[in-house]
Structures are given as structure tokens and as C-alpha cells.
């Protein structure tokens, strides 16, 4: 039997598929490389112009304060000395430009600026990048607050030209073209040496290719030849499945991100948006979520147009379970808030409604206190909850309020007692969950609550939004890790 010779070997053959493959993996490649240098660049620039902004703003607080003019006009003149920047100016707090780059810019412009970049720049005490054209050519509106004793009292402006960005787009585009362009010649000269049994498998994995880019995965690729293209054919089939099997799952855990992202938003709308107005009462209420839905609650209610209902409660851990909890006992407190006669019936009508429906590992522990804005007599009473601070600004000392009580969920017809305080002018009552005393920076150390009694105490005379302020800004400057628990806390005041 005459031995068949080999025409084409399948080695020239893959050899030729990987030739075009490459061809078509340079361009893309030319791409990425480009979005990439684009991006760092970018980058590059941005963080460049923010530190220029950052200490322009800086040098020019006195410099504003005093009204010295020509302190500002060197920081302008210093700031333009650096490379790729087109203007620099500095407004006063009215959005007046008080210093620039270009003296003739000063005297046509001795009004307040009602262009788009100077209004979105004044609405936040943050430094704020903005793209724009200037002078017909694409910038960068790098701006920054000038804040003392925190207030706004300028506006620093330095504009970056994109400049630099072009270039490396017409560089690496030029060279991109002449890659392309060779590619093009040798892969016309492979083209003319392909045969049609070397074309057909190819053209049957480009439409495969295709149809993937389309989003079908269903028509797997059949080939006849049983040589090293059929292989890849059943290989590149199973990664199509593969394929349709993560987009599915991706396609799911986008869903599940859309239904926590709601949840979150609906969870929101329950927290109550105002504060509750009576004569002689300021009271406010904060909670921040560790995740996108979370176990903290509060809630206020008005017993009467004298007598105010508040409660604070924290489902143990937090997620999609404690947001359900949480949910559950909003839906209890507003059904029967209407119909107990003291916090202590409330903690054990609810604890009766709930605790047959408890997982076993849930549990709550909540506060809840009525307050007469007549008498100044604020009604007690805790469910396994941390005690309630009490500032007496008389004695200028402050106490812990609490009172013996199971946490809802746990035992079956668990009883509950009152505490009654007599409060008075200037006296501030605060409720709140362990996720802000429990706080941990990076030492492992804990918030704890002194530091939360000596906030209370240094900010007693504030009013009860400036209070939660206080102790918040000082959380975050106690601990940047991310939040591990719910934070949630009410402050009420006696203003009168």
C-alpha cells in the first residue's frame, strides 16, 4: 500500500492559526495599552493638580483672612510656574475672583462667576475635579475649599491642560497604525498560501467567536477533520458552556445586588427623615448600616401632643436577616404603640409578639422611654439594651439609666419594669446601640463608653444634631477600618 504523504502538516497549519490569532491579539492588545497609558496618565495629572490645589488652598487662608493681596497673587504666579497648567484663580466666598493668573481677567470679571464649574465647585467643602474646555482645548478644573475655623471662605481654581494625555494618544496610535499596518501585509500573503481545508475549521471557530460577542452560547462549533482543530473545537465548546455558566451566575449575583440595593433604600424610607417638634424638646436620631441592610432601629411616636414615644432597638448581627427582624419589629412597635400604658408593657407585649418567630441564634435588645414635655418626666424601660446616658447639666455629671430585662426573643413572658427621671433644663438623654462603644482602630483598641460620656459632656451646651455630629466625627477619627456592626443613637434635649 502506497504510504500518503503529507502535503500540510498540521504544525504549519497551527502555525499559521497562531499567526492570525496574534494579529488579532496585537490590536487588542494595542488597545488595552493604550486605555491603560490614557488612565495613568490621567491619573498621574490629577493627583499632581490636586496636590498644587491642596497647598495653594493652604497658603491662601491667612493670606485671605488679612486681605493680602499680594501674598495671593505669589501663590497664583508659583502655581503657574508649574508645568501644563492654563490658569489659576481664587474667589471669595461670594464666587467672586479676588486673584488670577491674568489681570485683564480680573477686571471683566467683578461679579459673582455663574458658570457651571465655579457653582458645581461651591456646593461641597470637598476638592472636586471637573473636565472642561478652555480656550477650545480639553482641561481639567482641579478645585478646592479654602476652610477656616470650618468655614468656606474662598474657592482655589487651577486649570490643567489634556495636553499631555493627546500626545500619548497620537504616539502610541501612530504606532498601533504601523503594527496594523504590517499585520495587514502578512496577513495577506498568509491568506493567499491558506488552503480551504485550513480555512474551514478557522471560519467555524470566527463564528463561534462571534456568536459569543452576540451573547449566543447554544451553537456549538462542529468540525470534520479529526486533527488538532477538532480538539480545539470540543475545547472551545465546553468553554462556550462555561461561558453561559458564569454569565447565568453573574446574571444572579447582579439581581442579588439590585434586591439588596433596594432593600437598603426601602430600609432607609423607614428611619424616620424629621425629628419630632415640641415645645421645649430637641431631639434627633442617627443609624448607619455596616452593609447595604442592616439590624439598628429607631423610631419616635406621639402619644399625645405632650407626651413623646421613642424607641432604639439592634437586632444581633447584622444583614439580610437582621433587616427582616428589624422590619418585624417596626411592624410590632406600630401596631401596638397605640395601646400599652408604660415602656414596660410595651418591652413585654412585644417580647410576647416576637419570640415565638425568633431564629435561635436572633435575639433584640431594645429602649424604650416616653417623655412628657410638661413635667419633664421621662419613663424607662430596657430590654437587655446598654444603659441609657443621662447629662444632668445641675450637677454637671453624667449617669448610666438601665434596668433589669431580658433581651426580646429570649425568654418567654419575660417581665419588664420602669424607671421614672425628672429632667430638667439643659439636660440631655442619649440612647444607643454597641456598634459605636465597640468601635476598634487599628491598635485593636475599643471606642468604649468613657469616651462616649466625655463627648456628651463637653458638647451638652450644643444642640442635639450637633451632639450626634460630635461623637461621630469622633468615631471616625478613632478608627478608619470599615465598620464591623450597625450604628445607631438617639439624643434628646431638654431646651426649655
Same mark, same amino acid.
Given at each position: 500500500?502506497?504510504?500518503?504523504?503529507?502535503?500540510?502538516?498540521?504544525?504549519?497549519?497551527?502555525?499559521? %492559526?497562531?499567526? %492570525?490569532?496574534?494579529?488579532?491579539?496585537?490590536?487588542?492588545?494595542?488597545?488595552?495599552?493604550? &486605555?491603560?497609558?490614557?488612565?495613568?496618565?490621567?491619573?498621574?495629572?490629577?493627583?499632581?493638580?490636586?496636590?498644587?490645589?491642596?497647598?495653594?488652598?493652604?497658603?491662601?487662608?491667612?493670606?485671605?483672612?488679612?486681605?493680602?493681596?499680594?501674598?495671593? %497673587?505669589?501663590?497664583?504666579?508659583?502655581?503657574?510656574?508649574?508645568?501644563?497648567?492654563?490658569?489659576?484663580?481664587?474667589?471669595?466666598?461670594?464666587?467672586?475672583?479676588?486673584?488670577?493668573?491674568?489681570?485683564?481677567?480680573?477686571?471683566?470679571?467683578?461679579?459673582?462667576?455663574?458658570?457651571?464649574?465655579?457653582?458645581?465647585? %461651591?456646593?461641597?467643602?470637598?476638592?472636586?475635579? =471637573?473636565?472642561?474646555?478652555?480656550?477650545?482645548?480639553?482641561?481639567?478644573?482641579?478645585?478646592?475649599?479654602?476652610?477656616?475655623?470650618?468655614?468656606?471662605?474662598?474657592?482655589?481654581?487651577?486649570?490643567?491642560?489634556?495636553?499631555?494625555?493627546?500626545?500619548?494618544?497620537?504616539?502610541?496610535?501612530?504606532?498601533?497604525?504601523?503594527?496594523?499596518?504590517?499585520?495587514?501585509?502578512?496577513?495577506?500573503?498568509?491568506?493567499?498560501?491558506?488552503?480551504?481545508?485550513?480555512?474551514?475549521?478557522?471560519?467555524?471557530?470566527?463564528?463561534?467567536?462571534?456568536?459569543?460577542?452576540?451573547?449566543?452560547?447554544?451553537?456549538?462549533?462542529?468540525?470534520?477533520?479529526?486533527?488538532?482543530?477538532?480538539?480545539?473545537?470540543?475545547?472551545?465548546?465546553?468553554?462556550?458552556?462555561?461561558?453561559?455558566?458564569?454569565?447565568?451566575?453573574?446574571?444572579? &449575583?447582579?439581581?442579588?445586588?439590585?434586591?439588596? =440595593?433596594?432593600?437598603?433604600?426601602?430600609?432607609?424610607?423607614?428611619?424616620?427623615?424629621?425629628?419630632?417638634?415640641?415645645?421645649?424638646?430637641?431631639?434627633?436620631?442617627?443609624? &448607619?448600616?455596616?452593609?447595604?441592610?442592616?439590624?439598628?432601629?429607631?423610631?419616635?411616636?406621639?402619644?399625645?401632643?405632650?407626651?413623646?414615644?421613642?424607641?432604639?432597638?439592634?437586632?444581633?448581627?447584622?444583614?439580610?436577616?437582621?433587616?427582616?427582624?428589624?422590619?418585624?419589629?417596626?411592624?410590632?412597635?406600630?401596631?401596638?404603640?397605640?395601646?400599652?400604658?408604660?415602656?414596660?408593657?410595651?418591652?413585654?407585649?412585644?417580647?410576647?409578639?416576637?419570640?415565638?418567630?425568633?431564629?435561635?441564634?436572633?435575639?433584640?435588645?431594645?429602649?424604650?422611654?416616653?417623655?412628657?414635655?410638661?413635667?419633664?418626666?421621662?419613663?424607662?424601660?430596657?430590654?437587655?439594651?446598654?444603659?441609657?446616658?443621662?447629662?444632668?447639666?445641675?450637677?454637671?455629671?453624667?449617669?448610666?439609666?438601665?434596668?433589669?430585662?431580658?433581651?426580646?426573643?429570649?425568654?418567654?413572658?419575660?417581665?419588664?419594669?420602669?424607671?421614672?427621671?425628672?429632667?430638667?433644663?439643659?439636660?440631655?438623654?442619649?440612647?444607643?446601640?454597641?456598634?459605636?462603644?465597640?468601635?476598634?482602630?487599628?491598635?485593636?483598641?475599643?471606642?468604649?463608653?468613657?469616651?462616649?460620656?466625655?463627648?456628651?459632656?463637653?458638647?451638652?451646651?450644643?444642640?442635639?444634631?450637633?451632639?450626634?455630629?460630635?461623637?461621630?466625627?469622633?468615631?471616625?477619627?478613632?478608627?478608619?477600618?470599615?465598620?464591623?456592626?450597625?450604628?445607631?443613637?438617639?439624643?434628646?434635649?431638654?431646651?426649655?
Amino acid at each position: 500500500m502506497k504510504k500518503s504523504k503529507i502535503k500540510f502538516s498540521i504544525k504549519y497549519k497551527y502555525i499559521l %492559526f497562531v499567526t %492570525f490569532l496574534v494579529l488579532l491579539l496585537s490590536v487588542i492588545n494595542t488597545y488595552l495599552t493604550l &486605555q491603560n497609558q490614557t488612565r495613568t496618565l490621567r491619573k498621574e495629572i490629577i493627583k499632581r493638580a490636586e496636590g498644587i490645589v491642596r497647598k495653594l488652598a493652604s497658603d491662601s487662608v491667612d493670606a485671605i483672612l488679612t486681605k493680602d493681596d499680594i501674598t495671593l %497673587f505669589t501663590g497664583v504666579k508659583n502655581a503657574m510656574a508649574e508645568k501644563g497648567i492654563q490658569y489659576a484663580m481664587i474667589l471669595d466666598e461670594e464666587r467672586i475672583p479676588i486673584c488670577h493668573n491674568d489681570t485683564e481677567y480680573l477686571a471683566d470679571h467683578k461679579y459673582p462667576l455663574k458658570d457651571k464649574v465655579t457653582i458645581n465647585a %461651591f456646593k461641597g467643602n470637598a476638592l472636586l475635579v =471637573q473636565d472642561m474646555v478652555y480656550q477650545g482645548e480639553s482641561s481639567f478644573d482641579v478645585s478646592s475649599p479654602i476652610i477656616w475655623n470650618r468655614k468656606k471662605i474662598g474657592l482655589i481654581r487651577v486649570g490643567f491642560s489634556k495636553e499631555p494625555i493627546k500626545e500619548v494618544i497620537r504616539n502610541t496610535t501612530g504606532k498601533a497604525l504601523t503594527v496594523a499596518l504590517i499585520a495587514v501585509f502578512i496577513g495577506v500573503i498568509l491568506t493567499i498560501l491558506l488552503t480551504t481545508y485550513i480555512l474551514e475549521p478557522i471560519k467555524l471557530l470566527m463564528k463561534g467567536v462571534e456568536r459569543i460577542s452576540e451573547g449566543n452560547f447554544n451553537h456549538p462549533i462542529k468540525i470534520k477533520q479529526r486533527d488538532e482543530f477538532f480538539v480545539l473545537a470540543d475545547t472551545f465548546n465546553d468553554m462556550q458552556k462555561s461561558i453561559k455558566k458564569m454569565m447565568n451566575e453573574i446574571a444572579e &449575583q447582579e439581581a442579588l445586588r439590585r434586591e439588596l =440595593q433596594i432593600a437598603s433604600q426601602i430600609q432607609e424610607m423607614l428611619i424616620p427623615k424629621e425629628s419630632p417638634k415640641m415645645d421645649g424638646l430637641d431631639i434627633r436620631g442617627y443609624s &448607619q448600616q455596616a452593609t447595604e441592610v442592616g439590624g439598628d432601629y429607631f423610631d419616635f411616636f406621639y402619644i399625645d401632643k405632650n407626651n413623646l414615644g421613642t424607641i432604639l432597638a439592634d437586632v444581633s448581627g447584622h444583614g439580610v436577616s437582621a433587616a427582616l427582624i428589624m422590619v418585624m419589629v417596626r411592624m410590632v412597635f406600630k401596631s401596638i404603640s397605640k395601646d400599652v400604658k408604660t415602656p414596660a408593657h410595651l418591652l413585654a407585649l412585644s417580647n410576647k409578639l416576637l419570640e415565638g418567630d425568633m431564629l435561635e441564634d436572633k435575639f433584640i435588645t431594645m429602649i424604650y422611654y416616653n417623655f412628657d414635655a410638661r413635667s419633664k418626666k421621662l419613663t424607662l424601660s430596657n430590654a437587655g439594651h446598654p444603659p441609657l446616658l443621662w447629662y444632668k447639666n445641675k450637677d454637671k455629671k453624667i449617669q448610666e439609666v438601665g434596668t433589669n430585662g431580658f433581651p426580646i426573643g429570649v425568654m418567654e413572658n419575660a417581665e419588664y419594669e420602669n424607671v421614672d427621671l425628672l429632667l430638667k433644663k439643659g439636660d440631655v438623654v442619649l440612647v444607643y446601640t454597641d456598634g459605636f462603644i465597640e468601635i476598634k482602630n487599628e491598635k485593636e483598641e475599643e471606642f468604649g463608653l468613657e469616651r462616649l460620656k466625655n463627648i456628651v459632656v463637653k458638647s451638652h451646651e450644643l444642640s442635639s444634631e450637633a451632639i450626634i455630629g460630635n461623637i461621630v466625627e469622633s468615631c471616625n477619627r478613632f478608627s478608619d477600618i470599615p465598620m464591623q456592626d450597625d450604628k445607631t443613637m438617639v439624643v434628646l434635649k431638654v431646651a426649655g
